[in-house]
């Protein structure tokens, strides 16, 4: 029962890393109706951007918010120079360009900073919570840190007019135009918050795997099944699903032997596919039918 | 009887350039290409003849791509894991069984017709967007799964397995990089040859109905479900063959050579050479051989520029050329020819 | 004194097809004009030039403004209201959203509420479903959901394209008879395009005939109504 309880607690410290990659998936998949396969590349990106001002002698927390205004202008500028032009463009051209980004910043991060793995510092004190060693204290700041978020989109996309604009731009781009909504800004806006979130995320989440340019590839896939998991157009379903992600993966790694450490990419591979056949919307997803 | 000849007449034989028709031009131009290719190995060093190797395993794997996203409008990014798949069929068959590595292509194939066949099943419920995730995901685990500890014993687990390579068969005067160039040139050919017979045949326009129009190609009576499992079925054959080519060329197999970096590779190809065009793969695999050399090189030009980091700006050139090539030719190199051509031809 | 609306040599495309010949009207300050006609005249393609929802050729002009060649949504922030064909309802946003959608341009956020209890003083059943999903009302509902968007923006002028498609007769009979008290309560200009003649001449100032993207006829609704071709044509008497 230790056990378990133990794997739950060390699943949901993972969980937390994924609940933020797939936030900002659905925060993307909203605005624009794709999936941002560069999403872990950027996040990536802008935390070796934190990574620079703390070298440079910044505070945690002004790198911190730093990081996240720029990251935010980056994601903003991303969708008007690139995606605006091909905006009527079909899927796969959308999807082509994801790629393109991806392996560009990819490539970039790696010569700018190189591709040696560097310790990424912590905003949480290194004691351990409650004098206990089940699950850390950055582990618990990192589930806060998600949590927050979370709430506060809730409170924009509910109460705010931006929110409800960019709402109505992704659901009806025609009507939301005859009520005066400016789609084109709210795209780039959608763009901004997930590359904002996505910096958070990735600041976050470099404590726990180091620094390095490929430390995204693996944990993308897991925000990729937490957002289907849970609902692609659902963010609440996003934080559910990639909490659930990974409680499921600790708890197949710990008792079902053959899949253990070595399988658990192949776990969110299975996951991804079976909630996508069995159950599209995810859990907290609302149905999308698609029109002829 | 001339009348029957006169309305048969395809564009092909009316367009004229230079005097000869476009047809002819066509034939030219597959005799030049032969030739070249035929000639090759004999004027420049055995590495680059193993390059020009190289060249052909991803026009094959390109290729198979094509069929898949460019004629039948499924997406792949998952591409990598079929190739690993030929590959280490092809390694475990010539390093356990002691198979001769001629033999290790068509099981290769075979093995990777069903596995794709199987993956498109579930896929056939995915559209779009959302098949481009599930084979993001198959890609991204596929080297994990490679080095499962169960399978250690077959697939030579981190190490992988390193293979020997093959002599020239009947005595034949030709170094081992140029046999093995002549034998991928064959079995290129060979599945060039197929698949242009495919895609023109009524089978091909089934499948291309079933891109421009999943609905009214269903109202026409094609089975859609069957053909788009068999078409993912059929492209994992051409590229699981690539990926037995390239264990042999390579003469090598391990897991973090089939990383979801691989399945973006193929993916440059397909679209720098253009993803609906047989010919583009070719176009495609010389795209992605060369560009690490010349972007290297390019690279270590700029002052202050260390030669590892250089390396490391291979991905952004590729990065590059894909959004370009969305921006400025969509149809890719082989779709840029035919947009071009017609302003040289007359009738 | 310039028209609300002043319209000349208006041309629109879709694509390489040409769907309005350079049509030319005016609409006052305050009065309901109709555009009449068969399907395919142009009507709809009409209202959607306007808003600069197609390519167009030609001047339109609001209170003097030229405003053709502009984006939608500038257009719409002049005070142009319009209420789409199939209603443009954002299904998945509750009844009372779409309603803060409509005010979402305004800045004189003291009178939006104001503006809320006037709406569903109008459409109260409205009011009763404002948390209900905007996709779960019925067809006429949600046609009042529109019109009530459109209100919330405190237009200048309003373009209503056939408020009455696939409404029963009885909640048609109802809707028209919101249209005129609005009319006469609030000073809102409206341009309503129509397939149901007689309904539309019965609430109209003015009103313009169109067949193949060109104006056949003009004038006062009370005469148009009692010329002997369009009762043949549009009225079935």
Redesign the interface.
């Known amino acids: 029962m230790d056990l378990f309880i133990q794997q739950v607690l060390a699943g949901l410290a993972n969980g937390a890393i994924y609940a933020g990659v797939a936030l900002a998936v659905v925060m993307i998949y909203q605005a624009i109706d794709h999936f941002n396969f560069a999403q872990g590349e950027m996040a990536m990106f802008s935390t070796y951007i934190a990574w620079a001002m703390l070298n440079g002698g910044l505070p945690y927390w002004l790198a911190f918010v730093a990081t996240v205004v720029v990251s935010f202008l980056g994601g903003l500028a991303l969708e008007r120079i690139v995606f605006k032009p091909i905006q009527n463009a079909p899927a796969l051209s959308h999807v082509i360009v994801f790629i393109g980004l991806l392996a560009i910043f990819n490539s970039m991060a790696g010569f700018i900073w190189e591709f040696t793995i560097k310790p990424f510092p912590s905003p949480f004190p290194s004691a351990p919570l409650f004098g206990n060693t089940l699950i850390g204290t950055h582990q618990v700041g990192m589930i806060g840190v998600t949590l927050i978020m979370l709430a506060l989109i809730w409170v924009f996309f509910r109460y705010t007019d931006t929110g409800l604009a960019m709402r109505a731009a992704a659901a009806n781009p025609d009507s939301a135009r005859l009520v005066g909504v400016r789609v084109g800004w709210m795209l780039a806006l959608g763009w901004g918050l997930a590359a904002a979130i996505g910096a958070v995320a990735g600041m976050l989440i470099a404590p726990v795997v180091f620094l390095e340019p490929n430390m995204m590839a693996g944990i993308l896939l897991y925000g990729f099944a937490g957002a289907i998991v849970g609902g692609a157009n659902s963010p609440a379903g996003a934080v559910l699903g990639g909490f659930l992600v990974g409680v499921i993966e600790n708890l197949l790694g710990t008792f079902v032997p053959w899949i253990g450490n070595e399988l658990k990419l192949s776990v969110a591979l299975v996951l991804i596919i079976v909630v996508l056949v069995v159950r599209p919307s995810g859990l907290m997803g609302q149905r999308v039918v698609s029109r002829v | 009887m001339a009348n029957d000849a006169q309305a048969r007449r395809e564009p092909a034989d009316v367009l004229h350039f230079a005097g000869l028709t476009l047809r002819q031009w066509r034939w030219l131009w597959l005799a030049l290409g032969l030739a070249t290719a035929a000639a090759l190995p004999w004027t420049v060093s055995n590495f680059t003849v193993f390059q020009f190797t190289q060249v052909l395993v991803y026009a094959i794997a390109i290729l198979g791509l094509n069929l898949l996203?460019g004629f039948n409008g499924q997406?792949s990014?998952g591409h990598s894991a079929f190739y690993a798949i030929g590959a280490y069929t092809a390694a475990i068959l010539m390093f356990h069984l002691k198979v001769p590595y001629f033999w290790t292509l068509p099981l290769a194939g075979v093995i990777c017709l069903f596995a794709g066949f199987l993956f498109g099943l579930?896929a056939l419920?995915?559209?779009?967007?959302?098949l481009?995730?599930?084979t993001?995901?198959?890609a991204?685990?596929t080297p994990?799964?490679l080095?499962?500890?169960?399978v250690e014993h077959w697939t030579g687990g981190v190490q992988g397995l390193t293979l020997k390579k093959p002599s020239p068969p009947f005595d034949l005067p030709l170094s081992k990089d140029q046999w093995l160039y002549y034998f991928t040139l064959l079995v290129g050919l060979l599945l060039f040859w197929c698949a242009w017979n495919l895609v023109h045949s009524r089978t091909g326009r089934a499948i291309q109905a079933i891109r421009d129009n999943p609905?009214a190609a269903r109202t026409m009576g094609i089975n859609t479900a069957m053909y788009k499992s068999w078409t993912f079925g059929v492209s994992a054959f051409y590229t699981g063959v690539a990926g037995a080519l390239g264990a042999i060329i390579i003469q090598f197999v391990a897991p973090d050579s089939f990383?979801?970096?691989l399945a973006?590779l193929f993916?440059v190809g397909s679209?720098v050479g253009g993803?609906v065009s047989i010919p583009g793969a070719i176009f495609g695999g010389i795209f992605v051989t060369f560009i690490p050399n010349i972007s290297e090189e390019l690279a270590t030009q700029i002052p202050g520029v260390a030669e590892?980091?250089a390396k490391?700006?291979?991905?952004?050139v590729?990065?590059?050329?894909?959004?370009l090539i969305?921006?400025v030719a969509?149809a890719g190199l082989a779709g840029l020819l035919r947009m071009l051509l017609p302003r040289f031809v007359r009738r | 004194m310039a028209a609300l609306l002043e319209v000349a040599g208006l041309e629109a495309f879709y694509g390489q097809t040409q769907a309005l010949h350079g049509i030319a009207f005016a609409l006052e300050e305050g009065s309901l004009t109709t555009i009449l006609g068969a399907n395919g005249a142009g009507k709809t393609t009409t209202l959607r030039a306007i808003c600069g929802m197609v390519r167009v050729r030609g001047e339109v002009r609001l209170l003097g403004e030229r405003i053709d060649g502009r984006a939608t949504e500038d257009v719409v922030r002049r005070g142009i209201a319009h209420v789409p064909e199939g209603r443009g309802t954002f299904v998945r946003l509750q009844v009372e959203e779409n309603l803060r959608l409509g005010a979402l341009t305004r800045r004189d956020r003291a009178r939006i509420a104001e503006d809320f209890e006037r709406v569903y003083h109008y459409f109260p059943r409205l009011k009763e479903r404002r948390h209900q999903q905007a996709g779960t009302l019925s067809g006429g509902e949600q046609q009042m959901l529109a019109v009530a968007r459109a209100l919330m923006m405190r237009p200048r002028l309003m373009l209503l394209d056939e408020p009455s498609f696939g409404l029963a007769p009885l909640l048609t009979q109802e809707l028209f008879g919101i249209l005129a008290r609005i009319k006469q309560d609030e000073k809102v200009s409206m341009l309503l395009v129509e397939q149901n003649a007689a309904l539309a001449l019965g609430l109209a100032d003015h009103a313009y005939l169109l067949e193949t993207g060109r104006v056949v006829m003009s004038g006062l609704a009370a005469d148009i109504r009692e010329d002997e071709n369009v009762r043949k044509s549009y009225l079935g008497y």
């Not at chain 2, 080095?147 to 169960?150: L, T």
């Not at chain 2, 590729?318 to 959004?323: D, E, H």
Request: hydrophobic letters at 60%.
């Open positions: 996203t997406f990014l579930p419920r995915l559209e779009g967007l959302y481009a995730l599930a993001f995901a198959l991204v685990a994990q799964l080095k499962y500890k169960a609905i990383t979801f970096f973006v993916l679209v993803i590892e980091a490391g700006l291979t991905w952004t590729y990065g590059l050329f894909l959004i969305i921006y969509p």
